[in-house]
């Protein structure tokens, strides 16, 4: 499997960059791994690296990208907090990703189980965390499907806001960034999201 160069990088399209995704978390789920030497990928981007995608998940110890998709160095620029949660320091780090750097895709990658969405859900709060948990409440407020067992303890009300929390964020990216918006419109780009399952490794992409 070679490294990406700017040349490699710069004749994908957004879609190709979906379908590269794909076929990683299919290799994934398989038990196939590609052929790459890492050593020599560090060799190859030690003067400059040209990712093909850019992806916000979770900072859970299950839902590494570049192994759920099966990238090696080089390949993805991966933005990683509690809850796949945005601010605007890791906007101006997707805007670097896509404007400066060429990435063809941001995908905004959720998980199911996650332990900030089921805290959110909860009304934790506990010192800084209670900030970062209060991020997810909109995803709640907008989850209206459920009119009991609205807590972390109704797996599909848990479910339904995660999918929330990926689809606002999604949005918000949009808003926050005129940039990244203008490089959708364009076509130079694709915001998509998706949802791991942390108990088959299947990602769900959107549709839209």
Do not use: W
């Amino acid at each position: 499997m070679y490294t990406h160069s700017k040349e490699t990088q710069s004749k994908l399209t957004p879609q190709m960059a979906l379908d590269i995704l794909k076929e990683g978390n299919q290799r994934f789920l398989n038990n196939l791994k590609a052929n790459r030497n890492l050593l020599q990928q560090v060799n190859e981007t030690k003067e400059g690296q040209f990712p093909f995608a850019t992806i916000l998940s979770c900072m859970d110890s299950r839902t590494s990208a570049e192994l759920i998709f099966d990238q090696g160095l080089g390949d993805i620029f991966s933005i990683r907090v509690a809850g796949n949660i945005l601010n605007e320091d890791i906007v101006g780090s997707m805007e670097y990703a896509t404007k400066a750097v060429g990435t063809k895709i941001v995908l905004v990658l959720g998980h199911t189980r996650c332990g900030a969405i089921v805290g959110a859900c909860n009304n934790v709060e506990l010192g800084n965390l209670t900030g970062l948990l209060n991020k997810i409440k909109p995803a709640i407020e907008q989850e209206s499907t459920t009119t009991e067992g609205r807590d972390g303890s109704n797996p599909t009300f848990v479910r339904n806001v995660t999918e929330n929390n990926v689809r606002l964020t999604m949005e918000q990216i949009r808003k926050t960034s005129p940039i990244i918006a203008e490089l959708e419109s364009q076509g130079e780009i694709i915001i998509t999201g998706g949802i791991y399952d942390v108990e088959t490794g299947e990602v769900t992409f959107f549709d839209k």
